[in-house]
């Protein structure tokens, strides 16, 4: 017994004190070697002065290195070092031991291990040394983590997980679980997997997915799942079977997933895929795959289908007026007419543009499809009050039918597309079914545009001149030049033949670039056989409109080494009609550069006569209308004098007679030109000049 009462070694009380030694000894051996509990003990200074195997492997070093250092150099005990310390120190103060806990320690090269730890007193008469045993379970605190952190996983996953045993029995269920299939715990716990539970009821379907799930262990899918309420819903399942270490299943594990909501954005990517933004009709893909279906269909029962292809007439118009958002509105409107006018097997697509394409599937004969597109019409045609505006518009309207226009996708819809631009050309506001004959007038017409192109390269084009007199002298003053196309196979062609196919080939800026160029070199001919003769040449819309016009018409007249006062550029009131500062600038570039300009046609349209004086005009042409169409006396005078007051010069196009000469004598018209012309030039020898 020592001093403070405590037994050193109780065990072996009353043992012979050989004997003990002996036990002593071989308790020291046992505790050196034991691998499973790192011992240590220290002295009151804090120096280690025993260290067994398991120790010093657990700092990093051997037993001789251990002894003799601090104990906190060996193991540092991490973030509640403090508190360990005071641990210690109550060990040593009241001679009892150390609570035992689970610590972190650092060793010396910076490892952390988890340690089961406990701390001894050992007395020697008065306490000699604390000795302290460390069990290692890093591994088993790591497994406990993994394990914690599943839990956690598995009860706050938002997908349902159902856990079973080996038979099948739910074993453990995750609070999703009741939040997507409305089954509480109890309702699950105990109950066998049927996937009933989880609202799949397909039994071939669940026979088919047990029988993948016991060959590979795993099967996974999307199905329709259905709440305890009722309700339908679409879902993901993900089976798992869970084998033990002799490879029996010993748990199954089933994670549903709600995808009602993925799929309902799908569906909606989708819709936006195949729907027209403006209209929410179908758009072209979504129509390419129904008339595929409708065409299988039509095919297998020997039925017919139309294929109504419509473009609004003169749309284009109602955006540059009223703009786009009334444009859109009239959109809209016309959709859903469009769409009363069907059935509901029927489909209604915008291509985009003004362009609406419906299939009508399944149609009794040809006469229900002009029926339709009379509907169509007369629908469309109705009056329409978008915002404050009151509009009307009408439709023209292309038929193909299945199987006589074309037993294809493209050859119906381009068919259908053929019928409706005849029906344009036909007057607008109408329908045209189908036939071949349009097709062999499309080609003859691609023809002819080709023919147009290649015609510059070739030369194909020429120039006739008309004379342009003067009313009191009769003297040549001017000549307007004319294009002329020599084809191949048509002979002569007036422009009335070819322009508006240039105009829409885009052909109209080389071509009159070309007359621009060929007009003053001939006028250059003629200065120098000594007639100084004015050349006139027309303007379309398209070359006032280009960049580099003055550039154009200085190049024609450097290389024809023209002056430009013998150059009369012509202008359409289409020009004047753009209006701007813009316009008045450009015609101020061209008056600049020496050339005159004139009027073209004066008196058909414009209607701000007001602003005739804003323009650099020297010219005005009184149109031909007013000459050939009924002599219309007072609307020529009144040019005449117009003219007079804005200092300009006055022609008459379209003389044909010496009484309509002799009123522009008259009325002081400065000069003519027309048929009457002609033969005056031609009788007084001047109409040689021109050649
Ligand atoms: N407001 C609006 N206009 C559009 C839209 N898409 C195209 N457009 C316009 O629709 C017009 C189509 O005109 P076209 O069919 O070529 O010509 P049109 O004036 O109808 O003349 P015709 O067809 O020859 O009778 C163009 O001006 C386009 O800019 C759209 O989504 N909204």
Same mark, same amino acid.
């Given at each position: 017994?020592?001093?403070?009462? &405590?037994?050193s070694?109780?065990?072996?009380?009353?043992?012979?004190?050989?004997?003990?030694?002996?036990?002593?000894?071989?308790?020291?051996?046992?505790?050196?070697?034991?691998?499973?509990?790192a011992?240590?003990?220290?002295?009151?200074a804090?120096i280690v002065?025993f260290c067994?195997?398991?120790c010093?492997?657990?700092?990093?070093?051997t037993p001789?290195?251990?002894?003799?250092?601090?104990?906190?150099?060996?193991?540092s005990?991490?973030?509640?070092?403090?508190?360990?310390?005071?641990?210690?120190e109550?060990?040593?103060?009241?001679?009892h031991?150390g609570? *035992?806990?689970d610590w972190?320690?650092r060793t010396?090269?910076?490892?952390e291990?988890?340690?089961y730890?406990?701390?001894?007193?050992?007395?020697?008469?008065?306490?000699?040394?604390?000795?302290?045993?460390?069990?290692?379970?890093?591994?088993?605190?790591?497994?406990?983590?993994?394990?914690?952190?599943?839990?956690?996983?598995?009860?706050?996953s938002?997908?349902?997980i159902?856990?079973?045993?080996?038979?099948?029995?739910?074993?453990?269920?995750?609070?999703?679980?009741?939040?997507?299939?409305?089954?509480?715990?109890?309702?699950?716990?105990?109950?066998?997997?049927?996937?009933?539970?989880?609202?799949?009821e397909?039994?071939?379907?669940?026979?088919?997915v047990?029988?993948?799930?016991?060959?590979?262990?795993?099967?996974?899918?999307e199905?329709?799942s259905r709440?305890?309420?009722?309700?339908?819903f679409?879902?993901?399942?993900?089976?798992?079977?869970?084998?033990?270490g002799?490879?029996?299943v010993?748990?199954?594990?089933?994670i549903l997933?709600?995808i009602?909501?993925?799929?309902r954005?799908e569906?909606h990517?989708r &819709?936006?895929a195949?729907?027209?933004?403006l209209?929410?009709l179908?758009n072209?893909?979504?129509?390419?795959?129904r008339?595929?279906?409708?065409?299988?269909t039509?095919?297998r029962k $020997?039925?017919?289908?139309?294929?109504?292809?419509?473009?609004l007439?003169?749309?284009k118009?109602?955006?540059?007026?009223l703009?786009?958002q009334v444009?859109?509105?009239?959109?809209?409107?016309?959709?859903?007419?469009?769409?009363?006018?069907?059935?509901k097997?029927?489909t209604?697509?915008?291509?985009?543009?003004?362009?609406f394409v419906i299939?009508?599937?399944?149609i009794?004969?040809?006469?229900h499809?002009?029926?339709?597109a009379e509907?169509?019409?007369?629908?469309?045609?109705?009056?329409?009050?978008?915002g404050e505006?009151?509009?009307?518009i009408?439709?023209?309207?292309?038929?193909?039918i299945?199987?006589?226009? $074309?037993?294809?996708?493209?050859?119906?819809?381009?068919?259908?597309?053929?019928?409706?631009?005849h029906a344009k050309?036909?007057?607008?506001d109408?329908?045209?079914f189908?036939?071949?004959?349009?097709?062999?007038?499309i080609?003859?017409?691609?023809?002819?545009e080709?023919?147009?192109?290649?015609?510059l390269?070739?030369?194909?084009?020429?120039?006739?001149f008309?004379?342009?007199l003067?009313?009191?002298? $009769?003297?040549?003053?001017?000549?307007?030049?004319l294009?002329?196309?020599?084809?191949?196979?048509l002979?002569l062609?007036l422009?009335?033949?070819f322009?508006?196919?240039?105009?829409?080939?885009?052909?109209?800026v080389?071509?009159?670039?070309w007359?621009?160029?060929e007009?003053?070199?001939?006028?250059?001919a003629w200065?120098?056989e000594?007639?100084?003769?004015?050349?006139a040449?027309?303007?379309s819309l398209?070359?006032?409109?280009q960049?580099?016009?003055?550039?154009?018409?200085?190049?024609?007249?450097?290389?024809?080494?023209?002056?430009a006062?013998?150059l009369e550029?012509?202008?359409t009131?289409?020009?004047i009609?753009?209006?701007?500062?813009?316009v008045?600038?450009?015609?101020? $570039?061209?008056?600049?550069?020496g050339?005159?300009?004139s009027?073209?046609?004066?008196?058909?349209?414009?209607?701000r006569?007001?602003?005739l004086?804003?323009?650099?005009?020297d010219?005005?042409?009184?149109?031909q209308?007013?000459l050939?169409?009924?002599f219309?006396?007072?609307?020529?005078?009144?040019?005449i004098?117009?003219?007079?007051?804005?200092d300009m010069? @006055?022609i *008459?196009e379209? @003389?044909?007679?010496?009484e309509?000469?002799?009123?522009?004598?008259?009325?002081?018209?400065?000069?003519y030109?027309?048929?009457?012309?002609?033969a005056?030039?031609?009788?007084?020898?001047?109409?040689?000049?021109?050649?």
């Amino acid at each position: 017994m020592d001093q403070s009462g &405590h037994s050193s070694f109780p065990a072996l009380a009353g043992q012979p004190a050989q004997e003990a030694l002996g036990w002593i000894t071989r308790l020291v051996a046992a505790l050196e070697l034991t691998p499973l509990v790192a011992v240590c003990s220290i002295d009151r200074a804090g120096i280690v002065r025993f260290c067994n195997r398991a120790c010093a492997q657990l700092c990093g070093m051997t037993p001789q290195e251990a002894v003799g250092r601090r104990l906190d150099e060996l193991l540092s005990r991490g973030e509640r070092g403090a508190e360990h310390a005071a641990l210690l120190e109550a060990v040593w103060r009241t001679g009892h031991n150390g609570p *035992a806990g689970d610590w972190i320690v650092r060793t010396p090269d910076g490892r952390e291990r988890w340690v089961y730890s406990t701390t001894v007193p050992i007395f020697h008469g008065e306490l000699g040394q604390v000795f302290c045993m460390d069990v290692d379970i890093t591994s088993r605190k790591h497994a406990e983590r993994t394990l914690q952190l599943a839990a956690q996983v598995f009860e706050n996953s938002r997908d349902a997980i159902l856990l079973t045993d080996g038979r099948r029995r739910i074993v453990s269920v995750n609070r999703a679980c009741a939040g997507i299939t409305g089954y509480d715990d109890a309702e699950m716990l105990g109950q066998p997997l049927s996937l009933h539970r989880t609202g799949v009821e397909d039994e071939a379907f669940l026979r088919e997915v047990w029988t993948q799930l016991e060959a590979v262990d795993h099967w996974q899918g999307e199905t329709w799942s259905r709440r305890k309420g009722g309700d339908a819903f679409p879902a993901w399942l993900s089976l798992t079977a869970i084998r033990d270490g002799h490879g029996q299943v010993s748990n199954y594990m089933a994670i549903l997933s709600d995808i009602s909501e993925r799929k309902r954005s799908e569906e909606h990517t989708r &819709h936006l895929a195949e729907h027209d933004y403006l209209t929410d009709l179908p758009n072209r893909v979504l129509l390419l795959d129904r008339l595929s279906l409708a065409l299988s269909t039509a095919r297998r029962k $020997g039925s017919m289908l139309a294929l109504l292809f419509l473009d609004l007439d003169r749309f284009k118009p109602v955006n540059d007026t009223l703009g786009h958002q009334v444009g859109d509105a009239l959109l809209r409107e016309v959709a859903a007419r469009l769409l009363h006018c069907v059935r509901k097997v029927d489909t209604v697509s915008r291509q985009g543009g003004d362009e609406f394409v419906i299939i009508l599937a399944d149609i009794g004969g040809i006469d229900h499809a002009a029926h339709v597109a009379e509907a169509v019409r007369q629908a469309i045609g109705q009056p329409y009050r978008i915002g404050e505006h009151a509009l009307r518009i009408s439709a023209s309207i292309g038929v193909s039918i299945f199987p006589s226009d $074309g037993d294809d996708i493209d050859t119906l819809v381009k068919n259908a597309d053929v019928a409706m631009y005849h029906a344009k050309e036909g007057g607008r506001d109408g329908f045209r079914f189908f036939s071949a004959s349009m097709n062999e007038r499309i080609a003859l017409r691609a023809d002819f545009e080709e023919g147009l192109r290649r015609a510059l390269d070739e030369q194909q084009f020429e120039l006739a001149f008309e004379p342009e007199l003067d009313v009191q002298s $009769g003297a040549l003053v001017g000549a307007e030049a004319l294009v002329r196309w020599r084809h191949p196979q048509l002979g002569l062609l007036l422009p009335e033949r070819f322009l508006d196919v240039a105009e829409e080939a885009g052909l109209m800026v080389p071509i009159g670039n070309w007359v621009l160029r060929e007009a003053c070199r001939h006028a250059r001919a003629w200065h120098d056989e000594g007639h100084e003769v004015v050349v006139a040449v027309n303007l379309s819309l398209g070359q006032f409109l280009q960049g580099d016009l003055p550039q154009q018409v200085q190049a024609a007249l450097r290389e024809a080494g023209l002056a430009a006062r013998f150059l009369e550029l012509e202008l359409t009131e289409a020009i004047i009609m753009q209006g701007g500062q813009a316009v008045v600038d450009k015609l101020r $570039g061209l008056r600049a550069l020496g050339v005159r300009l004139s009027l073209d046609d004066f008196g058909t349209g414009w209607s701000r006569l007001g602003q005739l004086k804003d323009y650099p005009i020297d010219k005005l042409k009184i149109a031909q209308a007013f000459l050939l169409d009924g002599f219309d006396a007072t609307v020529i005078r009144t040019i005449i004098a117009l003219a007079r007051s804005m200092d300009m010069t @006055v022609i *008459a196009e379209g @003389v044909e007679t010496a009484e309509q000469l002799e009123f522009l004598r008259g009325h002081g018209c400065d000069q003519y030109q027309g048929y009457y012309a002609v033969a005056a030039a031609r009788d007084s020898g001047q109409g040689g000049v021109l050649h």
